[in-house]
């Protein structure tokens, strides 16, 4: 039995495919049943859409570059001041955000190392240093050619992570 399946949606939680009434997260809703449940990463970037995601998508959500622009996402959504979250980041929220040089290297580079763009951030190009130099098979026509359509499924094997192309990049974020 599987616990739960994560989908990142790089169209955004609510993204369907090409000629379906419904979006990812409700077709696979569907497939798995009750036991297992769904996770959708994608598009998350405030109170109404967590809202929305939740209710009508999917049963659990992944904030993740939500969570980048404001590290107090999911707190300040149960702490009732959902509306007090940044869904932009600017050179002043991404000292708040306290990034590690990896994740600051990637989203001020143009091509975002292939990652989907973060909500304003063509205010902090020009922040981007060069630290650690051009990254060989990382950039995005790497990665968009690994991602398949504009659906990517994580399966996560942690003992297999420093052996795959993934882990090489996951392992360039967190220096």
Known sequence: M??????????GYDAKPKGADQSFGQIFKQIVGDDTKVMVVGGVFSEAAATDAVANHTDLIGG???????PFFGKKILDGQGDTIVSQISPEQVKKAAWTPGLFEAFTREDSLGLPALPGQESILSL??????????MGSSTWRSKRNGELHFQFRLINNLKRTHLGRWVRFLVQ
């Open 2 to 11: 599987v616990d739960y399946l994560s989908l990142s949606i790089w169209g």
């Open 128 to 137: 981007h240093t060069g630290q650690f130099g051009e990254v060989k098979g």
């Open 64 to 70: 993740g570059r939500g969570t980048l622009i404001d």
